[in-house]
Every structure is written in C-alpha cells, then in structure tokens.
C-alpha cells in the first residue's frame, strides 16, 4: 500500500487548504480522522479522496502517527494517538484489510 496521510474531517465547513498550509481555523472541532492514500509522486500531500470515498480538498492532515511502545510487537497505528474515537470506520476497515 503507498503512503497513508490520515486527514481531519470538520464539523465546520472551512476554507480549502492552500499551497500555503491548511485553510482551515484553528481550534475547529476534528468531526471524523480519514486515511487517504498519498498523491501520486509525493509522501506529504493527500490524493483527492480517503480510503472511504470522501473528498479531501477541505480537509487538514492530521500529522504523523505515534511512535510505537517500545517492546511493542505491533506497529503505530495510523490515526494520531488520542483520536481513536474519532476514526472513520469504513477508512479503519480499508487499512485492516490492506
């Protein structure tokens, strides 16, 4: 699978990211946490859709995922940590099978 950038979905609607950074307010509450696979020739700008068909054009990377535990077996997940709750189910699913 190529790289994965997971991406913020707002409740709010915003403004679409920009060459210059994201668009969007800071401080907006983070709806859902998509993964969408990386553009083609790049490993830091998103595809235009996530792994569950949603847009991403007025979505904002989330950042990098967690570092695993150290021992830990398995590897990070790919959503930041503390934002398991905010995982869409169906990108989730996708990434499982992948």
Not at 12 to 22: C, E, K, L, N
Not at 51 to 56: I, Q, R, S
Request: aromatic share 4%; proline share 17%.
């Amino acid at each position: 699978m190529s790289v994965i950038i997971a991406m913020h979905e707002f409740d709010t609607p915003s403004h679409a990211r920009t060459a210059h950074g994201p668009g969007h307010d800071a401080g907006a509450p983070v709806r859902r946490v998509h993964a969408a696979p990386a553009a083609p020739g790049t490993t830091t700008e998103p595809g235009p859709r996530t792994l569950c068909g949603k847009d991403t054009f007025a979505m904002r990377a989330a950042g990098p995922p967690a570092a695993p535990p150290a021992g830990s077996p398995a590897g990070p997940p790919w959503y930041p940590p503390g934002e398991a709750s905010l995982v869409c189910p169906s990108c989730d699913a996708a990434m499982d099978d992948g």
